[in-house]
């Protein structure tokens, strides 16, 4: 059975330091690995797919980077609207059946 | 603007009454996803559909039923079989067999009366 553990659960950051969250997985046969990003209330918002270990994805300040065991979204230098819930899937079917984490909830005060 | 619509936003539920959900996508997706999402937990696949007039049990089925008679549409009923039905529901729609991502809607609130 897949399995997605992301950590830590909550990262506390100041604006401007910069930080890492963690998707550790086990799955039977990656087909993508993908980070989401939640705000409170609303639907997930697509950030990045990942497919092999090695690939790296940027976006503004966001950088995700994977590995054969785990993924990491590292935040650079956050602002305040980075704030949010960031949530990981991995995909191992032919269908787009996603296995998601946890989520880590990210606050970044001014 | 192509995109997943769900409504109501909040919905309130009666003991042993089943209220539906509703899920509508203009991105021409063949796919759609219905998800639970309750505090502290991952999004739990609830049930899936492939194609029109096709759908498949996801993890947690029970207590709920689905229909996919348009390739539009893709609504939820949660049924008075489902004792713990207070959560975050979420539709979402991907190109199916294929690489892309699922791409959601902005969820309903269901709670309990």
């Known amino acids: 059975e897949d399995q997605v553990t992301q950590s830590p659960e909550a990262l506390r950051l100041q604006e401007g330091e910069s930080s890492s969250l963690n998707c550790s997985y086990t799955?039977?046969?990656?087909?993508?690995l993908f980070w989401y990003r939640q705000d409170p209330g609303k639907g997930p918002e697509f950030l990045f797919t990942?497919?092999?270990a090695g690939e790296e994805k940027e976006k503004e300040r966001l950088k995700a980077t994977l590995t054969k065991k785990e993924s990491f979204l590292h935040i650079t230098a956050p602002k305040p609207e980075d704030s949010a819930t960031y949530l990981c899937?991995?995909?191992?079917?032919?269908?787009?059946?996603?296995?998601f984490g946890a989520g880590t909830q990210v606050v970044v005060t001014p | 603007d192509g995109g997943i619509t769900q409504s109501p936003k909040y919905l309130f539920r009666k003991e042993g009454q089943n209220v539906t959900l509703s899920c509508e996508q203009n991105?021409?997706?063949?796919?759609m996803y219905w998800y639970r999402q309750d505090p502290g937990q991952g999004l739990r696949l609830i049930y899936y559909?492939?194609?029109?007039?096709?759908?498949q049990k996801g993890d947690i089925a029970e207590g709920y039923s689905v229909s996919r008679e348009k390739k539009e549409s893709f609504p939820l009923t949660v049924t008075s079989a489902q004792k713990n039905p207070t959560a975050f529901y979420l539709c979402?729609?991907?190109?199916?067999?294929?690489?892309?991502?699922?791409?959601f809607g902005d969820g309903t609130r269901l709670s309990i009366l």
């Open positions: 559909s492939q194609i029109v007039n096709d759908f």
């Open positions: 799955v039977s046969g990656l087909r993508g």
């Open positions: 991105l021409n997706h063949d796919a």
């Open positions: 899937a991995v995909r191992s079917d032919s269908w787009g059946k996603l296995q």
């Open positions: 990942l497919y092999s």
């Open positions: 979402a729609s991907s190109h199916g067999q294929s690489n892309q991502p699922q791409h």
